[in-house]
């Protein structure tokens, strides 16, 4: 939200998985001060989790669930 103290965001980024980051930098729309925020935060040396891929609730609702056993 536009309300929302840049500082109270960007406080927490450091926590942030780089998947999350990931999404930050391709969703967040009219955010520039955002953006450069994220850039610079670095991923921990012994990630080694790759690319995660985010799905919208509307793409996964487009794929069956996983049945039961």
């Not at 103290?5 to 930098?25: F, R």
């Not at 921990?44 to 989790?49: G, L, N, R, W």
């Amino acid at each position: 939200t536009p309300h929302t103290p840049h500082a109270a965001v960007t406080d927490g980024l450091d926590g942030l998985h780089p998947a999350e980051l990931a999404w930050i930098a391709e969703n967040a729309e009219d955010a520039d001060w955002l953006l450069d925020a994220a850039a610079p935060v670095p991923a921990d040396e012994d990630e080694d989790d790759g690319v995660l891929r985010l799905v919208s609730d509307e793409e996964l609702a487009k794929h069956p669930g996983p049945r039961p056993s």
